[in-house]
């Protein structure tokens, strides 16, 4: 049988947040162990002149060579139960942790207008194999600008500081998903076939101030066993 | 809706042949409304003749409806304009072969699964679709005819070499975007029309093929 190659991501920049990346990145390691990938921190700026969050779109070059790649903001703890994703999501299909509704959120243009599905997909996590890497394809036909005033943040989003800069990922590789129309499921509908619960697997918040979420990755790893 | 129908022509291509058919095709885009185009200078004057076709995406990047016809299509007057049944965000061509059957296959291909080897000397696109027109932009020329399969049909004398690499490019384009796609074939049975014949179209030898159009039009009861 041919040996996948799979490389983790996580981006980096500037060593963001190390109290919570010192609870993250262990068990991110030994998730990459358990499957046999690489783990790869991406903590070089390629894009300078675009939101830090853009740094994410570096994997396009970075799986020319990997079957697999799975990228997680470095904020995201991976229970070592969680089996190997990538033999459960089909190679022509990307995948992330769900989707929500655009309706509202991005203005649309004939990428989205075509495509149809009205998806915008979450993007703290995404899976793609080499034959859908476009999901993180650069930007080549929008200025930054153009792109930031195509997307409007919810008030929810707004409420806890959220700004376009900060959500031009999510934007871009609905973009490309559309654009592309590649095939799309959810981590949580593959989880969830498996007959396994995303919250045993996965554990990830936004919007929370830095104290708050370190205290509360580690009550969830006092829930998962790994602290007492 | 701004549309335009596009054919090729260079050299004067089969006078004797367009003498016949661009009347026909001239009444069909004044009666849909759409301006009619012949493209007749080379762009990419490095690749197979019928490459020019993918000029389309940029001449056509102003337009809401693009339609190419081969130069030799005969199209029936009582031909209704597509443009009315065919959704926006669906690409047309007339009918379809099985990709694997043509082509090598690559991670276009691959992901797409629908296997999709268009035939374009009839195809229609919205401007949500213009790219199925898109030039190559990642792989040489080189490495295109590389990627397609000589057919036991590809092999008469009279054809020029890399003569397919237009049904290569548009067919990737396809599978690259995943636009959604329908034959000709299969919208005229959607709509309950299949066996009229709207479009003659046959890829026979020059001198054969004037010959069959006119019996074509005898039958159409034109001449």
Redesign the interface.
Known sequence: MVKLKKTIFTLNIDNYNREITDLTYPFMKLYADKIDADFVEINKRKFPEYPVIYEKFQIYEMTKDVDWGLFFDCDVLINPKLFDITEVIP??TVSSLGVNSLEGHYDLD?YF????RRMSVGSCMTFAS???REMWKPIDDLTLPEILSRFHPWRNEELIGYTPDYLIDDYLISRNVA?????YRSLREFLKESGVNDFDCIYHQFGLPKEEKVKQINEQLKTWGYKK | MKKTIFTLNFDNYAPEITAITYPFIERYAKKIGAEFKIITKRVFPEYPLTYEKFQIYELGADNDWNYYIDSDCLVHPDFFDITEVLPEDTVLSFNADFAGGRFHYDEYFKRDGRNIGGNNFFTVASYLTREIWEPLKDITLEEALKNIKIIENDKLGWRSDGWEIDDYVISRNIAKYGFKFKTFISLLNEIGRLGEEYIYHEVIPREDKIKKINERLQFWKYL
């Open positions: 190679m022509d004939e207008w075509r495509d149809g080499n034959l859908c654009k592309y129309h590649l095939k």
